[in-house]
């Protein structure tokens, strides 16, 4: 047995959609006995309805960027835990204040506020039907178990240079990963590489080889882990880092069977 682990954003969905080879790639992994699932930086809530909706069946998902583990009938195996206090402070340094919105993931819901023009937030959660509970800067510390905090950008500069700045003062509490025009905050310690280990273990899936692949900086650290793979449409500074480049996540699962 083997585990497929995929990202979502640029990897698995392309081009705003997921392509049928993709589909019948995973359809093909799962059919020889193997194991198959998401490691998103998403929250589960907005990326299982949209693998429902692709037709798409897997056996976990590890989301926010390992920050939280699910089994495949959606039951929360594993999440981190960002202190509040530590939150309440990242809020206010000035490269943070200039994110269109802060988004903080909770088990089964995200909270909203600054939000502004740019945001997608909102959007997708409209779209997919996922809860959304907007709040202000008063209640963080009210806030219940949160295991990633979201920024978004204009500039993939801003994101990095945010990110630069939060694992300069916070690094002992939390770990910022730039992730295009994002930045996903988690708790330290937490990776995609991480969030797959913790999972073996949970699954006592520890003696599987890990088929990853993805195509960003916050994917990195699973790549490096794992000798995981890209896709052809990364950047060159990911493709460096892989063990191999391939058109698409089903020609990487169907030649790795």
């Known amino acids: 047995m083997k ?22 790639g995973i359809k093909a992994w799962r059919a020889a006995g193997n194991k198959f699932g998401v490691v998103s930086g998403r929250d589960y809530g907005m990326l299982m309805p949209q693998l429902n909706h692709y037709g798409i069946e897997s056996d976990y998902a590890v989301c926010n960027n390992g920050g939280i583990i699910f089994r495949a009938d959606g039951t929360p195996l594993w999440q981190g835990s960002i202190p509040l206090k530590t939150l309440t402070e990242i809020v206010r340094e000035p490269s943070v204040r200039r994110s269109f ?111 990853a692949i993805g195509d960003e900086s916050n994917d990195l650290p699973m790549l490096e882990a794992f000798a995981g793979f890209t896709v052809n449409t990364a950047r060159e500074v990911i493709k460096k880092r892989a063990r191999a480049v391939y058109a698409s996540v089903g020609e990487m699962l169907v030649e790795n069977l």
């Open 101 to 211: 919105h802060f988004a903080f993931s909770a088990v089964d819901k995200t909270y909203l506020y600054h939000e502004r023009e740019g945001s997608w937030i909102m959007r997708e959660a409209l779209e997919w039907d996922f809860p959304i509970v907007k709040i202000e800067e008063k209640d963080i510390m009210a806030l219940p178990q949160i295991h990633q905090f979201c920024l978004g950008y204009h500039e993939a500069g801003e994101a990095d240079e945010t990110s630069a700045i939060i694992n300069e003062k916070y690094g002992m509490f939390v770990h910022a990963y730039p992730n295009g025009c994002s930045v996903d905050i988690t708790p330290a310690g937490v990776s995609k590489s991480q969030g797959i280990k913790k999972l073996l273990e949970l699954m006592e899936w520890q003696e599987a080889e890990v088929c």
């Open 3 to 24: 585990i497929g682990a995929s990202d979502y954003d640029g990897t698995l969905f392309r081009k705003g959609t997921i392509a049928v080879e993709d589909v019948k």
